[in-house]
């Protein structure tokens, strides 16, 4: 069952930010935990992709599938994220698919993907100069080098009518993308939901396009776990993917359900949540044909190197686990 405690939603104030940054910096235990232990999960803050966890917390669905887990740390980047799981900190937890390809291709974390979270959810937002077209050399803003994000920003300017070369491209955390595009140090930015979404209903700029216009089904979140708690306490792996299954469901089925418990997990405001959630697709079901692509542009930009994109992709997304996907 949960433990109560950690079962509340998360106002995140400084101090609980400090304890997510001593988490993932915290050494490694001696192996993993015993099987009767609660699992370790952890996500990114306020990032509406990571809905289905938050049902499956309040619902109740991990109870109900059998296994216990606590909430072991909320993080403010999937980098950060990557370093609790390489500390050996976590079992599990819903991030981002492009910074758990970097973490698993380096050797700093060894995980594989359980799930798929969601797909789409991104957008690309705008000044009215920059709709207009008329800034000569833009300034746009993208969360890393080599994100999802990248690519997708990559494979939207032609519909700008502009090349790579006539793009300064720079590196700025979301929340201070509405920042930057307010004050006119950016022209424009690409980043995950609720951003553009607050981007547009704070009239701060316009969406022109969203990633589902630019990459259809393209993939961004997944539940992943570390190798050693499949293959150890795998019908403990199989009951959160059948959580995570019923929450995706309720996501589909609830909206309106959905949409209270984001505002309560998040704290957003209603409105902003509703603009956000139609942009999302949650989905359980992996993408191996988005990864691979992926991992092919993580190599051209020599951020990784793999040598067989498919092969490391196939090994990446764990098989669907038998007794999970039964039910």
Same mark, same amino acid.
């Given at each position: 069952?949960?433990?109560?405690?950690?079962?509340?939603?998360? /106002?995140?104030?400084?101090?609980?930010?400090? +304890?997510?940054?001593?988490?993932?910096?915290?050494?490694?235990?001696?192996?993993?935990?015993?099987?009767?232990?609660?699992?370790?999960?952890?996500?990114?803050?306020?990032?509406?992709?990571?809905?289905?966890?938050?049902?499956?917390?309040?619902?109740?669905?991990?109870?109900?599938?059998?296994?216990?887990?606590?909430?072991?740390?909320? *993080? /403010? %980047?999937?980098?950060?994220?990557?370093?609790?799981?390489?500390?050996? #900190?976590?079992?599990?937890?819903?991030?981002? &698919?492009?910074?758990?390809? !970097?973490?698993?291709?380096?050797?700093?974390?060894?995980?594989?993907?359980?799930?798929?979270?969601?797909?789409?959810?991104?957008?690309?937002?705008?000044?009215?100069?920059?709709?207009?077209?008329?800034?000569?050399?833009?300034?746009? #803003? !993208?969360?890393?080098?080599? %994100?999802?994000?990248?690519?997708?920003?990559?494979?939207?300017?032609?519909?700008?009518?502009?090349?790579?070369?006539?793009? &300064?491209?720079?590196?700025?955390?979301?929340?201070?993308?509405?920042?930057?595009?307010?004050?006119?140090?950016?022209?424009? *930015?690409?980043?995950?939901?609720?951003?553009?979404?607050?981007?547009?209903?704070?009239?701060?700029?316009?969406?022109?396009? %969203?990633?589902?216009?630019?990459?259809?089904?393209?993939?961004?979140?997944?539940?992943?776990?570390?190798?050693?708690?499949?293959?150890?306490?795998?019908?403990?792996?199989?009951?959160?993917?059948?959580?995570?299954? /019923?929450?995706?469901?309720?996501?589909?089925?609830?909206?309106?359900?959905?949409?209270?418990? #984001?505002?309560?997990?998040?704290?957003?405001? &209603? #409105?902003?949540?509703?603009?956000?959630?139609?942009?999302?697709?949650?989905?359980?079901?992996?993408?191996?044909?988005?990864?691979?692509?992926?991992?092919?542009?993580?190599? %051209?930009?020599? +951020?990784?190197?793999?040598?067989?994109?498919?092969?490391?992709?196939?090994? *990446?997304?764990?098989?669907?686990?038998?007794?999970?996907?039964?039910?």
């Amino acid at each position: 069952m949960i433990r109560p405690s950690l079962a509340l939603p998360f /106002r995140l104030t400084a101090a609980t930010l400090a +304890v997510c940054l001593v988490l993932a910096a915290a050494p490694a235990p001696a192996g993993p935990p015993a099987a009767n232990a609660p699992v370790r999960l952890a996500y990114l803050q306020n990032d509406l992709h990571h809905l289905a966890l938050w049902v499956a917390l309040e619902n109740e669905y991990f109870a109900q599938e059998g296994v216990s887990v606590e909430v072991a740390g909320v *993080f /403010r %980047s999937g980098p950060e994220l990557m370093t609790a799981f390489g500390s050996g #900190a976590l079992d599990a937890a819903y991030v981002g &698919e492009a910074p758990a390809t !970097i973490a698993k291709v380096r050797g700093t974390a060894q995980i594989q993907v359980l799930a798929q979270a969601n797909t789409e959810g991104s957008a690309l937002v705008g000044s009215k100069a920059l709709a207009a077209g008329t800034v000569a050399r833009p300034t746009l #803003a !993208i969360p890393g080098n080599g %994100s999802v994000q990248d690519l997708l920003l990559q494979k939207a300017l032609p519909r700008l009518h502009l090349t790579p070369e006539q793009v &300064e491209r720079i590196v700025v955390s979301p929340p201070d993308m509405l920042i930057a595009l307010q004050s006119g140090q950016i022209d424009g *930015f690409i980043a995950w939901e609720p951003y553009p979404s607050q981007a547009i209903a704070q009239h701060i700029g316009t969406i022109l396009a %969203s990633s589902a216009d630019i990459w259809p089904g393209h993939p961004c979140c997944v539940l992943a776990a570390t190798t050693a708690f499949i293959t150890q306490r795998g019908q403990e792996a199989q009951a959160l993917v059948r959580a995570h299954q /019923r929450a995706t469901a309720f996501l589909r089925e609830q909206p309106d359900k959905a949409v209270a418990i #984001a505002v309560k997990y998040t704290g957003m405001r &209603e #409105a902003i949540v509703r603009l956000a959630l139609p942009q999302v697709t949650y989905t359980g079901t992996p993408s191996i044909a988005g990864e691979e692509q992926y991992v092919n542009f993580l190599n %051209s930009l020599g +951020v990784i190197k793999v040598e067989d994109a498919g092969g490391f992709t196939r090994d *990446f997304i764990a098989a669907p686990l038998p007794e999970a996907a039964a039910k």
